[in-house]
């Protein structure tokens, strides 16, 4: 039922988690080839979701690899010692798709528009993160040990630039030549629960925009010509998505009331009410994201939690209190 609203509205589910969620549902039963495991920690749960071969990737709609999901509902409260727990869990997990040796470099990527706040996640993070490569050749005495070369670029839209993001960033890559590519980008949701309280890693890379129906060139290995790792969260929910769940909650109340006849709600099928749906959304041309009111504080809060589980990835021997030492 709710695949098929995805596919009227062109929407396509950015957090494995709830793909393998909705496909598990639909179905009643584990999915071949995919593999789910859970851990809790102080202040998260942790979900890993392993794409295994081919055939899961055409059931999830998603690349084989591992997808790492933290959800911190900590993260929307004003708890700084709460959301450096997540930084840290952000790290761990980030660390253990690193497979790098001690003086590799990497590339930072804020993707989006720094000019929608909803889709400015990845270029705020781009302000908070640790970039070194620099001091490596102008300021070698700066650098502690274990540093690596990290640089960092948001470049924008197409829409502003002009120039395809994938363009831009292996034109980078091509003339500074790191060894992995960090992706930072904001996510659309099926779960308006999930707005800034999810943490989506990948190994897979990750295609700017696909979560809006605006479908960019990918950001992965086979296109970059490096191992590319995406880091994302959830910032808007399709408006279809809330509709048709609404309508859900509604039709679940009406079966409690036990004055009302089954036929009273019978009717109120999705395929009965999706033409309402389209119809609501005609202005829109179907595409209406959602995003809460005080997305401005939250993107803040959810960039520094990634800035600073990145920088502890990749700079593991550097305390916590020399960090913004680092900053520009």
Known sequence: ???????????????????????????????????????????????????????????????????????????????????????????????????????????????GNWHATPDALGPRVIDYSMVTRHLFQYAPQELKEGMRPVSALAPGVLGITGIETAEIIKGVIEKTRPDLVIAIDSLAARNVGRIATTIQIADTGISPGSGTGNQRTGINQESMGVPVIAIGVPTVVHAAVIAQDTIDRFREQLKTLSHLKHQDYDNLSPEFIRPAIEEVLQPFAGNLMVTPKEIDTLIMHTARIIAGGISMALHPSIKLEDYNNYLN
């Open 1 to 111: 039922m709710l695949l098929e609203l995805y596919r009227t509205f062109g929407i396509n589910l950015d957090l494995a988690l709830e793909a393998q969620e909705i496909v598990r549902g639909e179905t009643g039963r584990e999915i071949p080839g995919v593999i789910v495991n859970r851990e809790s920690r102080p202040h998260a749960s942790v979900t890993t979701v392993s794409i295994v071969d081919q055939a899961a990737e055409k059931t999830m709609g998603k690349p084989p690899g591992n997808y790492i999901t933290i959800e911190a509902p900590v993260i929307r409260e004003n708890n700084r010692p709460a959301q450096q727990q997540v930084a840290a869990i952000l790290a761990e997990k980030l660390a253990s798709l690193l497979h790098l040796s001690g003086e590799a470099a990497v590339l930072l990527i804020g993707l």
